[in-house]
């Protein structure tokens, strides 16, 4: 990754900066506090945070319309977030209680909202992948203008039907934006170690898809690369990639002991490169924010979380009858006295 | 001395063909590779070519004619310094490129044999003296999947060759005029990207109905299918799911191999968020067809390519839908309750018309739906007749025979005469020589040493 040039932010509002800071900071927190709900035996199964990661999600739907859609993977609570998902319903949804958005049936993992356009929270590698693509398809039958970020990460980079997707969605001219967040490991295996080219947006060029790579830890990079992706798609250019590089500062869940990279890799990013930071930077020495404003940012962040912590506590496991329902739209389970 | 050329078997599961037209007429010259005429099959028209050189002496069967059988001569060539009046002296000599599937389809399984007409006596799905018309199983699903699609602008079919190939067992011919490119889409060969493209496009508010040319190629799609448009309305508490139907032939045809012959009912049937739907007849295909697209749940209809060509009786009716869960009873009887589905129903009742001759009186349900399965039709049988058989071309471990056998025993074990028995296809992966694929398979033979078995008889 490039070094961080200057702050060239003449166009960013204040407010505009303020939004980012306080969107990337609520992940950071919402993150951390799951992170200690899992360590309380509050939170169970696969945890997977999205620390260090917050500036990919909150550049693009800076750039997203009313109405666009997103799907993603596992790790998959810093979309929500970013989406306008409810925290507390996201984070009872965490701890298996009746007030989460699957009311307590998806868990971490397997997540959704039709509200917001936001379709999971998929549990299997590179699955959301068609299912973008898919998303994308029906808005073009449709006959609308939407656009579907379909996120997935290096890892999934690998699995084959990205590349079904990638050769129907240019076919087709489906309007989906593939992101690809790449933090350099999957699972615990770098990059180096799992992919014979490391640019993955140019794994795009033979299908005929635009790809560029945007520094995932700068969060207007990212905005303005969404923005151009998004004018592709709505012209009806067809799919469009993007590689952002980012890094994830935990394991890759909560019980990865993160043995494959050093204290010090992750020490470096943390300092040099922190996507928070950055904001904070840019408010503060453009004049844009007083540490005391900043201040009142985090004390507000703060309030959310532990609101939404708090619900994830005291909101009721679901009811026992919620074992049988929602598997058919219409009907009763399977005759299950049989 | 004249030689006989006979009517080309061209598809692994031709029986009967149309001699659409001549190329060549009585007194030409031809040549090897020269076309001699177009015979349609149930899936194609194709051309017919002469394997040696010769003069065509005498044609058989004029152009135009439907219904002729696979190696019932067609025309005689004559070799050189013959004349017509040496016809009558034929040989048996290859005349075709064709010769060796047309030999197989002479030992043909038991299973190529004609259906038997037996006429349901329980309630049917439709009011008494309806208006019926004859109609194949591929027809049938044609109409139902064309119905559904001039109502509801949001049903689209997608699949390999569904559109300008008019479908790979010409179940689509003649959507792609109707409907355009646009809801008839040809994808390409890449089972497991547009499964989920399909999966996604349900998730966005259309009504997907995918074709696989065959389930077995569904296997390179089934993360797609089980866990994202099985399990999404579950995972999603209710608020998004998947309403589409995945569809195309199903199990063993004929004479392809270990890969290509496979029954998977009682794969999906084990999936909670699935439908399981293995209709037999072609009022069945097209009742639950309609239903399947009106379904607002994940549906997997099992055909049969063997099916696809058999005509049935269907009412003619405006939306004629039949409910999911709801068996047949195609034969009612006292002495033994035989339970099966799809293909299955060809042996079930093929063995019932035989034991009749015998004097056992067989009940023959046909489930239609495998998930939602119609226990209480089984169970009311079974106690009525305290013996049962299943019959189905699957595997037989983890079978639906398997799992019906056990509910039977949990909810009518005091009604039992006799253990149930399940005749399935045999534990082994399909073999491709003719004589071992027979054996593979179930048989009626097998159906009905079982009923005699339950009945000690």
């Known amino acids: ?120 929270g998929h549990g299997i590698v590179g699955a959301q992948v068609p299912i973008g ?206 | 001395m004249p030689t006989e050329i006979l009517m080309p078997a061209l598809s692994p599961t031709m029986e009967e063909g149309t001699l659409s037209k001549w190329l060549v007429k009585e007194g030409d010259t031809v040549a090897s590779g020269d076309i001699l005429a177009e015979i349609e099959t149930d899936k194609a028209t194709m051309e017919f070519e002469a394997v040696d050189e010769g003069v065509v002496g005498k044609i058989l069967i004029e152009a135009g004619t439907e219904g002729v059988k696979v190696n019932t001569p067609i025309a005689v060539m004559l070799e050189e310094g013959e004349s017509a009046d040496d016809i009558g002296k034929t040989s048996e000599a290859p005349a075709a490129k064709d010769e060796a599937p047309k030999a197989e389809a002479e030992k043909a399984p038991a299973k190529a044999a004609a259906p038997v007409e037996v006429k349901s006596k329980a309630s049917p799905d439709w009011p008494e003296g309806t208006e019926m018309k004859s109609q194949t199983v591929r027809e049938a699903l044609r109409d139902a999947m064309s119905e559904e699609m001039r109502k509801d602008e949001n049903v689209y079919l997608m699949g390999e060759e569904v559109a300008e190939y008019q479908g790979a067992y010409k179940v689509s011919q003649g959507m792609l005029d109707e409907f355009g ?76 191999g270990a890969q290509h012959s496979q029954d998977y009912a009682a794969w999906y049937a084990q999936i909670p968020g699935l439908k399981v739907v293995m209709p037999y007849s072609a009022a069945d295909y097209k009742g639950l067809m309609k239903t399947a697209i009106n379904d607002p749940n994940p549906v997997i209809f099992l055909e049969n390519e063997i099916l696809y060509g058999r005509s049935f009786d269907v009412p003619v009716i405006d939306d004629f839908m039949i409910p999911f869960g709801k068996a047949r009873i195609w034969k009612e009887g006292k002495d033994v309750t035989i339970v099966s589905f799809g293909i299955g129903m060809q042996y079930a009742l093929e063995a019932a018309e035989k034991l009749a001759e015998e004097g056992i009186d067989a009940e023959v349900i046909d489930l239609r739906t495998i998930r939602p399965l119609d226990y209480d039709t089984v169970l009311a049988s079974v106690m009525k007749t305290n013996r049962c058989v299943t019959v189905e071309e699957g595997f037989p471990v983890g079978s639906i025979g398997n799992h019906l056998s056990a509910v039977i025993m949990e909810r009518a074990f005091d009604y039992l005469d006799a253990p149930v028995i399940n005749c399935t296809g045999k534990d082994v992966p399909m073999p491709y020589a003719a004589n071992l694929e027979k054996l593979a398979l179930v048989t009626t033979e097998e159906v009905i040493a079982a009923v005699k078995k339950v009945t000690y008889r």
């Not at chain 1, 900066?17 to 993150?31: A, C």
């Not at chain 1, 799992?194 to 898809?209: D, H, M, N, Q, V």
């Not at chain 1, 922190?274 to 201040?295: F, N, Q």
């Open chain 2, 181 to 256: 490119p646009k809801r008839v889409v040809d994808t390409p060969i890449t089972e497991h990207g547009f499964t989920g493209i399909a999966v996604g496009a349900a998730f966005g508010g259309l009504k997907p109905i995918v074709e696989f040319m065959t389930f077995n190629f569904a296997m390179q799609a089934i993360d797609q299918i089980i866990n994202s448009a099985a399990k999404t309305l579950y995972m999603s508490g209710g608020q998004m799911g998947a309403p589409m139907v995945f569809r195309g032939p199903n199990g063993a045809a004929a004479r392809v």
């Open chain 1, 1 to 120: 990754m490039a070094t961080r040039k200057a702050p060239a932010t003449p166009n960013i509002s204040a407010d505009e900066l303020k939004t980012y800071y306080h969107d990337m900071l609520l992940i950071r927190r919402f993150e951390e506090k799951a992170g200690q709900l899992y360590g309380m035996g509050l939170i169970g199964g696969f945890c997977h945070l999205y620390i260090g990661q917050e500036a990919v999600v909150v550049g693009l739907e800076a750039a997203a319309e009313e109405g666009d859609k997103r799907v993603t993977s596992y790790r998959d609570h810093g979309h929500m977030l970013a989406c306008g998902m409810n925290p507390d319903g996201v984070m009872a949804e965490l701890t298996g209680r009746e007030g989460g958005y699957s009311k307590g049936k998806g868990g971490s993992m397997h997540m959704f909202s039709k509200e917001k356009n936001f379709y999971g």
């Open chain 1, 133 to 338: 693509a898919g998303l994308a398809f029906a808005d073009k039958y449709l006959g609308n203008d939407r656009v579907t970020f379909t996120y997935f990460g290096d890892g999934a980079a690998n699995q084959g039907q990205v590349y079904e997707s990638f050769n129907m969605a240019a076919l087709w001219k489906l309007p989906v934006i593939f992101v690809i967040e790449n933090n350099q490991y999957a699972m615990g295996t770098s990059q180096k170690r799992s992919t014979s080219s490391p640019e993955i947006f140019k794994r795009g060029e033979p299908y005929g898809i635009p790809g560029e790579m945007v520094d995932g830890m700068d969060v207007l990079a990212v905005k303005a690369a969404g923005e151009k992706a998004i004018a592709h798609c709505r012209a009806g250019d067809g799919p469009y990639i993007l590689e952002v590089k980012t890094y994830r500062y935990r394991g890759h869940s909560m019980s990865d002991p993160a043995k494959y990279r050093t204290r010090e890799e992750v020490q470096k990013m943390r300092t040099e490169k922190d996507p928070i930071d950055h904001v904070r930077d840019l408010l503060v020495s453009g004049g844009h924010a007083t540490e005391d404003d900043l201040k009142e940012i985090d004390k507000s962040i703060k309030s959310i979380v532990n609101q939404s912590a708090e619900f994830a506590k005291e909101s009721p496991e679901p009811g026992v009858d919620e074992l049988w329902t929602d598997i058919y739209a219409d009907v009763a389970p399977q005759d299950e006295d049989a």
